[in-house]
């Protein structure tokens, strides 16, 4: 790709040249090596910035699922085969290249799906560190002696699946490539991304990179294409050991209903509906900051946004008038522009879902503070097309609004008062998800408290949004189940095979069980 630094415009023009300097012969699957063009259906890709079409690829359809399978079940034959020194050394320069090429495949993301560079950018360098971090695992993965009754020497191996398919959304479409390939592949698996149909391009670049860094052919392939189609076809075949989901919640439960059919286990990575909850005692300055980056960054279309703001009485008045003030300075605009803070929503359905979702929340009695007019940079520029959201607090949501319990996957925070500890916890948790949360408060105990009593896989006293990949991510309830980082991931991504070896020839190697 030609293209390393970033242009200054995001129009679709800017986009499609973008894809096209990543994709000379057109933009399709990754398989066995190479990009294939397929012959489906026609998918069109628009500029979330200008709502102008700028590309389109084709789907591969159930017939090119299979050509991914065959491929991916040769792939993990021959890299599984591969003792774990190897694997880890490929996966060292998978992550070396990803770093080379950090800058290219953050143009990339930022350009096809309107996230802002400066946060491409950094989840660019945290895909080559999630490959780092893997490959450090790859050669450490043991099983276990286990002492038993009788004269048996009793050992543990860890086993791949074979095929993992990693199927995930068009929120963070490089970061959950990455997320989800960088364990499977250093535990022995062969890996297939099913890239959202809306965001494709930055997980079949990565797939190409990982490809020339050394990873084998068949190895790491996308089935770039639509859900219903070649993303279904890979949820029920026999040929998948096992599967793993980021998205939303119906979709999620259709394709574990589908792979358990198959007999297929799957990881479910879903939505949420966090809580922000700040003391009187707080550090408000830095409440403040946390509560705009909890919910604004990604324009709020990140599982883990905290949009709800539960405020202490006390404090309330105050502190939301310093997060709208806050927020009504965000540079929304050019996802190209390194200033950007906020981009567009990026799909044109999304930004439809956001938009009513403001109109029920004050419906039900939510007032909006800010975000209520976009600024004459976005109506009266290229940008106009654009699927523009400004950043919106909306105060007074209580427990009947709507937006206490719906996802909204946009930049808007519902904000309400709270009296004591023992209600902010019980509003934290009445939500059926249970993915993230945060409390602000200097009284330590009371802090550690809190962590303890919100359902939530992920909880920060005094921050907000660090996640790494050496530590463990996922969700309670309507969230999901399963852990998708830090080490116990490598249990996900391996079965246990228990081998038995008698060491006395007078022990009987028959014992009468009939398990
Ligand atoms: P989605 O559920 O619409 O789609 C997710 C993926 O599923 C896409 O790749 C889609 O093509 C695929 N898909 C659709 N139908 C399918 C089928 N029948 N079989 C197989 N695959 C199918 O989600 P989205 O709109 O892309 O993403 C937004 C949602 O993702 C939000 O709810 C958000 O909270 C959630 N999310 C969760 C996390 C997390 O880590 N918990 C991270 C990011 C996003």
Redesign the pocket.
Known sequence: MSITTAPTSSSAATAGTVLDAAFPSGLGAFIDGRVATGSGESITLTAAATGEAFASYADPGAEGADAILASSTAGAAVWGALNGFERAAILRNVSRAVERHAEELAILESATTGKPIRDARAEAAKVAEMFGYYSGWADKLTGQTIPVPGNWHTYTERVPWGVVVA??????PLF?AGWNSAAPLAAGNAVII?????TPASSVRLAQIAHEAGLPAGVFNVAAG???TV??A??TDPRVGKIS????????R??AV?AAGAGIPALL????KSANIVFADADLERAAEGAISAIFSGAG????AGSRLLVQRSVHAEFVEMVAAKAALLRVGDPLSADTEVGPII?AQ?FSIVTDLITAGMDDGGRRLTGATLPASLTGSALSGGHWVMPTLLDGVTPANRLETT?V?GPVVGADAFDTEAEAIARANNTSFG?AGAVWTSDVSRAHHVAREVKAGTFWINAYKTIHVAVP???FGD??HGR?SGPGVLDEYTQAKAIWVPTRAAGSPFPSLSY
Do not use: Y
């Open positions: 199927i995930t959304p068009w929120n963070a959950t099913k890239p959202s149909e809306f639509l859900g219903q993303g279904a890979l949820t989901f980021i998205g939303s919640v119906p979709t999620g259709r394709v589908a990575e879903l939505g949420g279309q990140s599982c883990v799909t999304q996802e996957f993915l991510f996922g969700g969230s999901g998708s």
